[in-house]
């Protein structure tokens, strides 16, 4: 994974403490049938679905080893699949949130690297 800013020098477990502004890849190991768009989602609020922060359009994607490796293994525990989608969010939030990609065509939402953010208002 990718990350700009030094407030990400600390990171652990997955969850990042960032700032707005900060630029994050995050990634998600999607099936094969999955369409764009999809969105980025932080999963800590109390609805159905979480708060969309990104709209995500993709055309191809590629299989990646590591999404293989994710699905021979199990290690998502909401499924996954062989398709590797990378994306540089712009962080636009505050506040500490666990992060996932909801696929309209599959009505189903996925997780991935990082887990999570743990956003501050300043550095």
């Not at 590629?62 to 909401?78: A, H, L």
């Not at 065509?105 to 997780?111: G, I, M, Q, S, W």
Request: aromatic residues 14%; hydrophobic residues 35%.
């Amino acid at each position: 994974m990718n990350f700009s800013g030094a407030s990400n020098a600390s990171a652990s477990a997955g969850w990042y403490p960032t700032f707005p502004g900060d630029i994050i890849e995050v990634e998600f190991c999607l099936p094969l049938h999955a369409k764009s768009p999809v969105f980025l989602e932080l999963d800590n609020y109390p609805k159905e679905r979480g708060k969309t922060v990104a709209k995500i359009s993709f055309t191809k994607l590629q299989s990646s080893t590591d999404c293989k490796d994710e699905m021979k293994y199990g290690v998502n525990p909401t499924g996954s699949g062989p398709l590797d989608l990378k994306y540089k969010w712009k962080v636009n939030t505050v506040g500490g949130f666990a992060l996932q990609l909801y696929v309209p065509n599959l009505k189903k939402t996925f997780y991935g690297f990082p887990d999570g953010i743990d956003s501050r208002k300043s550095k």
